[in-house]
């Protein structure tokens, strides 16, 4: 089984890492978090004249009706230049949520601002922290109404619709409901985490109107498979948080110099860094597979989202620390640029998830499939 992308996917790969290189340097990153901006508008709308909005989207709604493929290999390049964009939100979340759930209406009114980045989606899930159930659900819909307070919400302040997850009068099951944020209805309250370039806030419905996607009730199976899909996506953009902090992390050994040598020459570094490798490698193996199974549909997805999620999030991490500890005192100053990896790589740890809850996942999958 070849798991290799194409030459087409790669030449994307290249163009994409380009344009990032030229468009978004650290220096654009280190402006957002100094000024606490929520994303910058000008690479977001740049990323759409260059499609990427557009990718999974399908023809007939303005995209290029392209392949979870081409959707991955974007994200990695996203993560290696840390871009401050609301592309995630967007296209792994809400844009996802419609296409598969969505009646004709609603793919007609948001798919194609999607794609051509007029417009910005979020995906509002959690309430208060921890590990979001169908029985811990207090936001609720009645009669096309929406009530109840969602939080944390990424990029829930630049956002113009939310897919929420919210409980319905049909039933004991979650609902998914389209909201559009433009309401007075709808109160928005920044919230500030450890990664200032990527905007959270707190999402509060006061009888906000509401359209129910998909079938009223039966949201859950809905979420759990929206999930498996974004946590491969994820899985790409960690990926290429975790080789750029090797990369750092390299590039700083071998130019520091300490009693005579360079301290890529001493076995403590030699050891971080080849640690370092191997998590990566094995990540990109489990991601590899995971975006094969997205793209055949196949039934291993939910073992294959959970693999590659739990290894994408321990390589991350792993690698974004061990490039501050590679840099010493200077890697935990703000002068330093290791600190956006480090942030990003917290930050999307929990975007969906945190770790233990994705490891209890794949427990629940290998167990299914035994």
Not at 81 to 96: K, Q, R
Not at 271 to 298: D, E, I, P, Q
Request: with cysteine.
């Amino acid at each position: 089984m070849n798991f290799e992308f194409s030459d087409e996917q790669q030449m994307l790969r290249d163009q994409a890492r380009s344009y990032l290189t030229q468009h978004c340097p650290t220096t654009l990153v280190r402006r957002i978090l100094n000024n606490r901006e929520t994303h910058d508008a000008n690479l977001h709308n740049g990323i759409a004249e260059m499609g990427w909005t557009a990718t999974t989207i399908p023809e007939e709604y303005g995209g290029l009706g392209m392949s979870h493929l081409e959707l991955v290999v974007i994200a990695e390049e996203l993560g290696r230049a840390c871009a401050p964009v609301p592309f995630s939100s967007t296209m792994y979340l809400a844009a996802e949520a419609i296409m598969a759930h969505g009646s004709e209406a609603q793919k007609q009114a948001w798919l194609p601002k999607f794609a051509d980045g007029s417009a910005i989606g979020c995906f509002a899930m959690g309430e208060a922290g921890g590990r979001m159930t169908v029985e811990q659900l207090t936001a609720s819909i009645s009669d096309g109404v929406i009530n109840g307070t969602k939080l944390p919400v990424a990029d829930g302040g630049i956002a113009h619709v939310a897919i929420v997850v919210c409980k319905s009068d049909s039933g004991d099951g979650a609902t998914l409901a389209l909201v559009d944020l433009s309401q007075d209805a709808v109160e928005c309250d920044k919230i500030q985490t450890i990664d200032f370039s990527r905007g959270h806030a707190s999402l509060t419905f006061n009888g906000a109107c509401a359209e129910v996607l998909g079938a009223e009730g039966a949201g859950w199976s809905a979420v759990e498979a929206l999930m498996n899909r974004a946590a491969v996506m994820f899985a790409w953009e960690q990926l290429g948080i975790a080789d750029t902090a090797l990369d750092q992390a390299r590039e700083y050994a071998l130019g520091r110099f300490a009693f005579g040598r360079s301290i890529a020459s001493y076995q403590a570094i030699k050891h971080k860094l080849a640690k370092m490798y191997v998590k990566n490698t094995l990540a990109r193996s489990n991601a590899y597979y995971g975006a094969w199974a997205l793209n055949a549909g196949s039934k291993d997805l939910d073992v294959a989202a959970a693999t590659a999620r739990v290894s994408a999030i321990q390589a991350s991490l792993f690698a974004a620390e061990e490039n501050i500890q590679t840099h010493g005192g200077m890697g935990f100053t703000w002068e330093f640029d290791c600190q956006f990896y480090y942030r990003r790589a917290k930050l999307l740890s929990l975007a969906i998830g945190s770790e233990n809850q994705w490891q209890g996942r794949l427990v629940d999958g290998l167990a299914a499939s035994a």
